[in-house]
C-alpha cells in the first residue's frame, strides 16, 4: 500500500465504512455490498482549499432577489421541486435503470432551454447519437442545449467554468470519475467525490445541478442513497417498467415539502403528465367482483382515489400465506389480527392476499378501511357496490380513527362519481353535509361492515 493511501470498504447501497470486509451492513442490512476502495486524502483538501477561495460574506449581503425560480413547464415535475427549480441547487434523481430519468430530464432541458437558458446535458452513458435518437422521440429543441459526453470530473469542471450555464445534467453520477481516487467509477469514494465537486460548483457558480442516479439491487455500483445527504433535493422515479406510468417522488428537499407526487406516463413520444391520476389508477376496474374497495390516499397535497384488491383463500399451509402489494407488510398483519380478534373472522386458516392495484406505494393509515373492507368483501364473496369508497384509520381495539384532509378526499371521490362515502364519524361532523354524496360515518370496524353488508 502506498504512503498516505488507505484502503476501508464501504457498502455500496448505504455507504456504511468499515475497516474489514462483513457479510451484512450494519447500516442498512444489505448482505454483500461491501467492498474494498483506496481512500486518498489530498482531495479532500484541494476541495476544501476551493471553497474558501469563494470567502466569507456577511448575511446582508446576499442578494436573495435572483431566487425566482425556474419553471420546468412541467405542473407534476415543478410540484415535487417544491414550485419550480432552484437556482444553484443539487438535485438528484434515483431510479431503476430504464425507468425513465434521462427521458424526463431530456424534457427538461427542452422546457428551459426554450426559455432561452443555457442548458448543458452531459452524458456518461450514451453516445450523441443515441441522445439524438431520444431527442427525435421527445420533439424540436432550441439551440441554448448543448450536449457532451464526458466521463472525467476535472474536463467537465472546466467546460461548466467556460460555459457557464444555468442547469447542468449529469447522466449518470456512477460514470464519472476523478483521476486523483484511484477506486473504479461507481465505487462510493467516486461517487461522494464526484458529487462534493458538483455541489461546490453548484453553490459557487449558482448552477442547477441535476444528478442521475441508478439504483442498484446487486450492490456492485454505489446507489443514490450514498448522496442523499450530501444533495439538497432528492427525487425518486417509481413505477413498474413494464406498465406505463411513472411516479416521481420527493424523499428529501430543502425547498419545499417532501410529500408531494408527480404522475407521469410514457409514451412513445416521452413522458406526459398525468393529471387527474385518480381516474388512472382506477382505470381498468373490475365490475361486482368481490374483495376490491376503492380508497383515498393523501400524497403531499393532492388526494389520489385508488383501488385496494384482497383475495381471501382456504390455505392447504400449516403457516397461511400472506403478501402486501404496495403497502407494508406489517400493516396488513395488523389489520388481519384486529378482524380475526373484533369480528371473528377466521382468517387463521386462509391466505390472504392484499394489492394496491396500479403499482403505486401506499403508506398512509388512512387506506385501511379501505383494506379491512375489501379482505371482508373476499371472504363473504360478496362484492361491494362499485360507488362505494371508503377511508379511515384503524386502531387495535377496531375503532375508527379521524384521518386529516377530509373534505379534500371526499370531494375528490364526489368528481370521481362515488355516492356513498364510509369515512370516521369525527370527520362527517367536520364536513357536514355534502351535495350529491351520502356520507356514512362510523365508530368502529363493525359498523363500516354492517353499512356494506
Ligand atoms: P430512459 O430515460 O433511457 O431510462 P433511464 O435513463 O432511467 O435508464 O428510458 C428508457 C425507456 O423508456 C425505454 O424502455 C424506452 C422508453 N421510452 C418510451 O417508451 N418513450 C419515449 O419517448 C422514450 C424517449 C423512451
Ligand atoms: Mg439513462
Given at each position: 500500500?502506498?504512503?498516505?493511501?488507505?484502503?476501508?470498504?464501504?457498502?455500496?447501497?448505504?455507504?456504511?465504512?468499515?475497516?474489514?470486509?462483513?457479510?451484512?451492513?450494519?447500516?442498512?442490512?444489505?448482505?454483500?455490498?461491501?467492498?474494498?476502495?483506496?481512500?486518498?486524502?489530498?482531495?479532500?483538501?484541494?476541495?476544501?482549499?476551493?471553497?474558501?477561495?469563494?470567502?466569507?460574506?456577511?448575511?446582508?449581503?446576499?442578494?436573495?432577489?435572483?431566487?425566482?425560480?425556474?419553471?420546468?413547464?412541467?405542473?407534476?415535475?415543478?410540484?415535487?421541486?417544491?414550485?419550480?427549480?432552484?437556482?444553484?441547487?443539487?438535485?438528484?434523481?434515483?431510479?431503476?435503470?430504464?425507468?425513465?430519468?434521462?427521458?424526463?430530464?431530456?424534457?427538461?432541458?427542452?422546457?428551459?432551454?426554450?426559455?432561452?437558458?443555457?442548458?448543458?446535458?452531459?452524458?456518461?452513458?450514451?453516445?450523441?447519437?443515441?441522445?439524438?435518437?431520444?431527442?427525435?422521440?421527445?420533439?424540436?429543441?432550441?439551440?441554448?442545449?448543448?450536449?457532451?459526453?464526458?466521463?472525467?470530473?476535472?474536463?467537465?469542471?472546466?467546460?461548466?467554468?467556460?460555459?457557464?450555464?444555468?442547469?447542468?445534467?449529469?447522466?449518470?453520477?456512477?460514470?464519472?470519475?476523478?483521476?486523483?481516487?484511484?477506486?473504479?467509477?461507481?465505487?462510493?469514494?467516486?461517487?461522494?467525490?464526484?458529487?462534493?465537486?458538483?455541489?461546490?460548483?453548484?453553490?459557487?457558480?449558482?448552477?442547477?445541478?441535476?444528478?442521475?442516479?441508478?439504483?442498484?439491487?446487486?450492490?456492485?455500483?454505489?446507489?443514490?442513497?450514498?448522496?442523499?445527504?450530501?444533495?439538497?433535493?432528492?427525487?425518486?422515479?417509481?413505477?413498474?417498467?413494464?406498465?406505463?406510468?411513472?411516479?416521481?417522488?420527493?424523499?428529501?428537499?430543502?425547498?419545499?415539502?417532501?410529500?408531494?407526487?408527480?404522475?407521469?406516463?410514457?409514451?412513445?413520444?416521452?413522458?406526459?403528465?398525468?393529471?387527474?391520476?385518480?381516474?388512472?389508477?382506477?382505470?381498468?376496474?373490475?365490475?361486482?367482483?368481490?374483495?376490491?374497495?376503492?380508497?383515498?390516499?393523501?400524497?403531499?397535497?393532492?388526494?389520489?382515489?385508488?383501488?385496494?384488491?384482497?383475495?381471501?383463500?382456504?390455505?392447504?399451509?400449516?403457516?397461511?400465506?400472506?403478501?402486501?402489494?404496495?403497502?407494508?407488510?406489517?400493516?396488513?398483519?395488523?389489520?388481519?389480527?384486529?378482524?380475526?380478534?373484533?369480528?371473528?373472522?377466521?382468517?387463521?386458516?386462509?391466505?390472504?392476499?392484499?394489492?394496491?392495484?396500479?403499482?403505486?406505494?401506499?403508506?398512509?393509515?388512512?387506506?385501511?378501511?379501505?383494506?379491512?373492507?375489501?379482505?371482508?368483501?373476499?371472504?363473504?364473496?360478496?362484492?361491494?357496490?362499485?360507488?362505494?369508497?371508503?377511508?379511515?384509520?384503524?386502531?387495535?381495539?377496531?375503532?375508527?380513527?379521524?384521518?386529516?384532509?377530509?373534505?379534500?378526499?371526499?370531494?375528490?371521490?364526489k368528481?370521481?362519481?362515488?355516492?356513498?362515502?364510509?369515512?370516521?364519524?369525527?370527520?362527517?361532523?367536520?364536513?357536514g353535509a355534502v351535495d350529491g354524496v351520502r356520507l356514512?360515518?362510523?365508530?368502529?370496524?363493525?359498523?363500516?361492515?354492517?353499512?356494506?353488508?
Open positions: 500500500m502506498a504512503k498516505g493511501k488507505t484502503t476501508v470498504f464501504f457498502c455500496q447501497s448505504c455507504g456504511h465504512e468499515s475497516a474489514k470486509w462483513m457479510g451484512q451492513c450494519p447500516g442498512c442490512r444489505q448482505w454483500n455490498t461491501f467492498v474494498e476502495e483506496t481512500i486518498e486524502k489530498t482531495s479532500v483538501r484541494k476541495i476544501q482549499k476551493e471553497r474558501a477561495a469563494a470567502g466569507p460574506v456577511c448575511l446582508s449581503s446576499i442578494d436573495t432577489d435572483k431566487e425566482e425560480r425556474m419553471t420546468t413547464h412541467m405542473e407534476e415535475l415543478n410540484r415535487v421541486l417544491g414550485g419550480g427549480i432552484v437556482p444553484g441547487s443539487l438535485v438528484l434523481v434515483g431510479g431503476d435503470p430504464g425507468i425513465g430519468k434521462s427521458t424526463l430530464l431530456l424534457q427538461v432541458c427542452q422546457k428551459l432551454s426554450a426559455d432561452d437558458r443555457d442548458v448543458l446535458y452531459i452524458s456518461g452513458e450514451e453516445s450523441l447519437k443515441q441522445i439524438k435518437l431520444r431527442a427525435a422521440r421527445i420533439g424540436s429543441f432550441s439551440n441554448r442545449l448543448r450536449l457532451l459526453c464526458e466521463t472525467n470530473l476535472d474536463l467537465i469542471r472546466e467546460t461548466i467554468r467556460e460555459e457557464k450555464p444555468k442547469v447542468v445534467i449529469i447522466d449518470s453520477i456512477q460514470t464519472m470519475y476523478n483521476e486523483d481516487i484511484s477506486s473504479a467509477p461507481g465505487s462510493v469514494s467516486q461517487v461522494r467525490e464526484a458529487t462534493a465537486i458538483l455541489m461546490q460548483l453548484a453553490k459557487v457558480l449558482g448552477v442547477t445541478v441535476f444528478i442521475v442516479g441508478h439504483v442498484t439491487k446487486e450492490g456492485t455500483v454505489a446507489g443514490p442513497r450514498v448522496l442523499e445527504h450530501m444533495v439538497d433535493t432528492v427525487l425518486y422515479f417509481e413505477g413498474d417498467r413494464h406498465a406505463s406510468y411513472r411516479i416521481l417522488r420527493g424523499v428529501k428537499n430543502r425547498f419545499g415539502s417532501t410529500n408531494e407526487i408527480g404522475v407521469f406516463e410514457m409514451r412513445e413520444t416521452g413522458l406526459a403528465e398525468v393529471e387527474n391520476p385518480s381516474e388512472y389508477m382506477l382505470d381498468g376496474r373490475p365490475e361486482d367482483a368481490s374483495g376490491s374497495v376503492v380508497s383515498c390516499s393523501m400524497e403531499g397535497t393532492r388526494p389520489i382515489l385508488l383501488e385496494i384488491q384482497a383475495l381471501v383463500c382456504h390455505s392447504t399451509l400449516a403457516v397461511p400465506r400472506r403478501t402486501a402489494a404496495g403497502m407494508d407488510y406489517n400493516r396488513v398483519n395488523l389489520l388481519l389480527a384486529v378482524l380475526e380478534k373484533r369480528l371473528n373472522l377466521r382468517l387463521s386458516g386462509s391466505d390472504v392476499y392484499v394489492n394496491i392495484a396500479g403499482g403505486i406505494r401506499i403508506s398512509e393509515p388512512a387506506v385501511d378501511l379501505g383494506v379491512v373492507l375489501a379482505v371482508i368483501s373476499s371472504y363473504k364473496d360478496r362484492a361491494i357496490d362499485e360507488k362505494v369508497l371508503a377511508f379511515g384509520e384503524v386502531g387495535l381495539s377496531g375503532e375508527v380513527r379521524a384521518v386529516s384532509q377530509a373534505g379534500q378526499r371526499v370531494q375528490e371521490a368528481k370521481l362519481g362515488f355516492t356513498t362515502i364510509i369515512l370516521p364519524e369525527v370527520c362527517r361532523e367536520q364536513i356514512c360515518g362510523v365508530r368502529t370496524v363493525a359498523d363500516a361492515v354492517r353499512l356494506v353488508q
